[in-house]
């Protein structure tokens, strides 16, 4: 039986980004002079880059004024999902204009030159399908592209990376009808390997190390065209979310629906009091 | 500058697992199998382990018949997150025993034999501390080890494996209080890098191909004693967790408490003009 097997290691040498800086050409150029050190590490066929989105939004000047941090979460919100206030501020969970959901829109100021709050890339896939069309015409070999936000989840402590943009590659097994090894139906429906890729992309990559790419190998399988769906596509449909709101919030929205229908039958009842 | 690099791969050659088989033995042959065939592959001081909870269910002696699986899913769990009813049946959300929150208390009939459903290890991070603690003695190297689920999660489609017990090995990296290249502070409070190492062992060992281990290596700065905390130190504290309960479950609470409040107060007005 042949041994599965994964490679990860980050891509040193990219310099901090500026806006309008061509990223295809910074990672072109950083993945070039490592593979003249460590030539089994030129890029190739199959392998899928991770690119942490603080580049990708550097590189497309989504900065703003520390000052206007505020309104540029504002504006990148289409929902508020949850809030809390504590000791150290409030914590507001929205849904964001690329449909992730998560706190803040996204908007960090970790990373950034002081000053400066970051929005995400306006349109995440976008920026991956034109980031893996540029460095496949560029380097001339097949390469798949997952841009990643790091973000908490709900019962879980900390975060993790996931992608928010992708292109070039197949995100996730669906396993939906497919049998395990005795024949059974299998428990699991959709693998969502993109999110795997992203976080094992992270341990790489780290936070405060400066390492912005991850080159991952061993997952050609997955690499193809650039048509494929982009990680939009892994946003849960509103239908099928059983958490579109805090519980906080929807037992706000529970007790002001009972309380309003109270209003309107005593507004009836008195009405009919009056006119009998 | 150091290039960071992880590699991963499958553990092939474990039979399947029998209630009361010793893993530790089962783990270490395959190991030296495997091994024997490619020496740089023979485990070493800092290799993380990543072993899928079912094997670790079955070696426990976890089975029960299919028939009683309702039964089994009803007493692993502790308290009922969210419901939803739909075509292909009821989709019950519920907080384990384990303190994790997923679909059907974690009870699974894929990649079982007929008739058995499985559930998970009573206590995880015990079943870890077992297996590190015997794999550390039986191949005098010092593993970390840790036990995975595949999990849903609210907001995005489909699972990804995270982990569900630990051993020998730091969980996260706590980044409170640290700073960026900047000397910015970071925007991450805590990388749960034990659930990035679960979704990357996830790739190589797949769903469907019958590896339930995985070696990572490339992590020893991780690798600990066996007194670190377990992975239920990721469980998020109650006080904190703003999505306690389903949306709909939530909104049907504050509904009735508002009726509740109403009925009191009627109660109370009627008593009043009675007594007038």
Redesign the interface.
Known sequence: ?T????????L??IPEVQPGDDLVALIAEAAAV?AAG?PA?ALADGDILVVTSKIVSKAEGRQVPASEREKAISEDTVRIV?E?VHLGGT?K?VETRQGL?MAAAGI???????GVALRLPEDPDRSARALCAGLREQLGVAVGIIITD?IG??????????AIGAAGLQL??D?RG?????G??????????A???A??A??????????PVAVIR??ARLVTGLETAGAR????AVDD???????????????????AE?KAERRQSSAQESSS
Do not use: C
């Open positions: 039986m041994i599965p097997r994964l490679s990860i290691w980050g040193t040498g490592q460590d590490g949850a809390r914590t969970i959901i960090d100021m970790s990373n950034v030159p002081e790091t989840r709900p019962w879980r402590v900390g975060q993790t990376d996931v996730t097994d396993l497919d049998v395990d090894a005795n059974r139906p299998l428990h699991v429906t959709v693998a969502v390997l999110d795997e890729l976080g094992a992270d341990l790489v990559k780290g936070k405060t190390n400066g390492i061993g997952m596509s892994l946003v849960r979310d059983m958490f579109r709101f805090g519980s906080a919030e929807a037992y706000r929205l529970g007790y002001e629906a009972a309380m109270i």
